[in-house]
T-cell receptor, first 114, second 107 residues
């Protein structure tokens, strides 16, 4: 089954404790992206990747890191989480290139930073 | 800069028709998406327009005018399950989203 898988789905952590949210897709997609969603602010892009070893900042990259060492994986790293990073996070992928249709979403990861 | 605008909230009646508008200003354009999202869930794909015109898919239709930077999503024969947020997104080299329109359906 074609899917985007995120882990963990739910996490409560404390300020400053490094964490990684994993994202994996099994569709051989070139484009992958991370979004965060907060009430009233919609989906805001954190980072995106057009292909392996190519990553770019989105609109809200501060406090986050990503890597794209393999095509299928695109982990989101919070080196020193802070309470303002409490949010619902979505990973998404797309075949890449021009006019390639649907953006496939993971189920989301709800993160709480105390 | 990049900007995508859509109304924050709309209300419609069960069985009626509603049109959700989206205007965009982006440096490039490679297509426009519409997604449906229920609270706490992942967005669900509805449509993807690349060329001008209307595309119909069951009760949902999506229209695009690239020269005007404008799109709308038309929902017909509204059902209570259509109560959700509707997200407009534009693809440049990356894919960015508007803030979404929360649609309330009244019985």
């Amino acid at each position: 089954e074609a899917q985007v898988t995120q882990n963990p789905r739910y996490l409560i952590t404390v300020t400053g404790k490094k964490l990684t949210v994993t994202c994996s897709q099994n569709m051989n997609h070139e484009y992958m992206s991370w979004y965060r969603q907060d009430p009233g602010l919609g989906l805001r892009q954190i980072y995106y990747s057009m292909n392996v070893e190519v990553t770019d900042k989105g609109d809200v990259p501060e406090g986050y890191k990503v890597s794209r060492k393999e095509k299928r994986n695109f982990p989101l790293i919070l080196e020193s989480p802070s309470p303002n990073q409490t949010s619902l996070y979505f990973c998404a992928s797309n075949p890449g290139g021009v006019h390639t249709g649907e953006l496939f979403f993971g189920e989301g990861s709800r993160l709480t930073v105390l | 800069g990049q900007n995508i605008d859509q109304p924050t909230e709309m209300t419609a009646t069960e069985g009626a028709i509603v049109q959700i508008n989206c205007t965009y200003q982006t440096s490039g354009f490679n297509g426009l998406f519409w997604y449906q999202q229920h609270a706490g869930e992942a967005p669900t794909f509805l449509s993807y327009n690349v060329l001008d015109g209307l595309e119909e898919k069951g009760r949902f239709s999506s229209f695009l005018s690239r020269s005007k930077g404008y799109s709308y999503l038309l929902l017909k024969e509204l059902q209570m399950k259509d109560s959700a947020s509707y997200l407009c997104a534009v693809r440049d080299d990356k894919i960015i989203f508007g803030k979404g329109t929360r649609l309330h359906i009244l019985p």
